[in-house]
T-cell receptor
């Protein structure tokens, strides 16, 4: 079974703090993705990565950065957290880049920025 | 802008009935289609994927794809209260590995 884990289920931070969200997959997947999910807005892609040290902007990259130093780990960084970044953050991974490849999701991190 | 559209619902069906969830997409080049189920407060989990026109069955679930009409649907037979969740339609439009998600349809199965 594919397993995608995220470092925290719930996180509370203050405005201006630097926040790290970690995601680890154990199936040697090439691709990893970060989404945020908000009521009424659905799942929105923040960043994704096809390989170690590679990253691509998604639909809403502003205010975020990412790091992929190892194949199994993909980190999302909020350089200076703001209240509008309060959201559910979901990490996903897929084996390859092909059209048929399934994305598998981690359990999510619910981030609250006060 | 490539789009995936779903009726947000809620769709309410009685226990034992067939639930029909629909999804339309805008990009004719779309190649693969996925249905995810998401329980409240949880992350999406894959139910089914479909790539060719026609029907694909897996237990109580049937996915239907019609590329000419650009829609994909999910039928749930013998609906159970445990099927109550939000169902997300996702479309892969090329060789990027990216998925475009609809906003989801909330299904309520009433005992």
């Amino acid at each position: 079974d594919v397993k995608v884990t995220q470092s925290s289920r719930y996180l509370v931070k203050r405005t201006g703090e630097k926040v790290f969200l970690e995601c680890v997959q154990d199936m040697d997947h090439e691709n990893m993705f970060w989404y945020r999910q908000d009521p009424g807005l659905g799942l929105r892609l923040i960043y994704f990565s096809y390989d170690v040290k590679m990253k691509e902007k998604g639909d809403i990259p502003e205010g975020y950065s990412v790091s992929r130093e190892k194949k199994e780990r993909f980190s999302l960084i909020l350089e200076s957290a703001s209240t509008n970044q309060t959201s559910m953050y979901l990490c996903a991974s897929s084996l390859h880049r092909g059209p048929g490849d399934t994305q598998y999701f981690g359990p999510g991190t619910r981030l609250t920025v006060l | 802008q490539k789009e995936v559209e779903q009726n947000s619902g809620p769709l309410s069906v009685p226990e034992g009935a067939i639930a029909s969830l629909n999804c339309t997409y805008s990009d004719r080049g779309s190649q693969s289609f996925f249905w995810y189920r998401q329980y409240s407060g949880k992350s999406p989990e894959l139910i089914m994927s479909i790539y060719s026109n026609g029907d694909k069955e897996d237990g109580r679930f049937t996915a239907q794809l019609n590329k000419a009409s650009q829609y994909v649907s999910l039928l749930i037979r013998d609906s159970q209260p445990s099927d109550s969740a939000t169902y997300l339609c996702a479309v892969n439009t090329g060789n990027t590995g990216k998925l475009i998600f609809g906003q989801g349809t909330t299904l309520q199965v009433k005992p």
